[in-house]
């Protein structure tokens, strides 16, 4: 079976020992994500987590270094790419044309303290996000993110 690769760039955006993320509700379901998106053609990566988190928050963001690389291989109809960037928040945007993920009801900042029991996904990212935090030692490759993957709880 030939399926396409969706390359995405997603930011991790600091904030007095928070995160920022997109909250989404399915039914009764809420959950996390990092903003960001899908890279459109001929734009570079930078740019896409720029753009992608002005469309979904509002927030005019600088891209600084890649921090980590995880792959969706199965359970969507693409094989997904996320590079993961810091970024560093600037501000309200001027003139921000919202363009909301489907499901995403807002956005908020996580407490990094206790991440790793919060509904944020792919899951696999929650402990590596607080040990950048707290200046210790993260894998930047996370590998693959099963649906069915056990939950990041210690």
């Not at 753009?51 to 509002?58: A, D, I, N, P, S």
């Not at 291989?73 to 003139?95: M, P, Q, T, Y």
């Amino acid at each position: 079976m030939s399926r396409q690769i969706r390359t995405s760039a997603k930011a991790v955006i600091l904030q007095n020992g928070k995160l920022l993320a997109i909250k989404l509700k399915d039914g009764k379901e809420e959950w996390y994500i990092l903003p960001g998106g899908g890279q459109d053609s001929e734009e570079m990566l930078p740019q896409t987590v720029e753009r992608e988190v002005r469309e979904e928050t509002g927030i005019e963001v600088q891209c600084k270094d890649l921090l980590f690389v995880i792959e969706g291989v199965h359970g969507e109809s693409f094989h997904r790419i996320d590079l993961v960037f810091l970024c560093d928040g600037l501000g309200e945007a001027k003139n921000a044309a919202l363009h909301k993920d489907r499901n995403q009801i807002g956005f908020e900042w996580l407490d990094l303290s206790i991440l790793n029991r919060l509904p944020l996904f792919p899951s696999k990212l929650r402990r590596p996000i607080m040990n950048f935090y707290k200046g210790k030692e993260y894998k930047n490759y996370l590998g693959n993110e099963e649906i069915g993957d056990s939950e990041c709880l210690e």
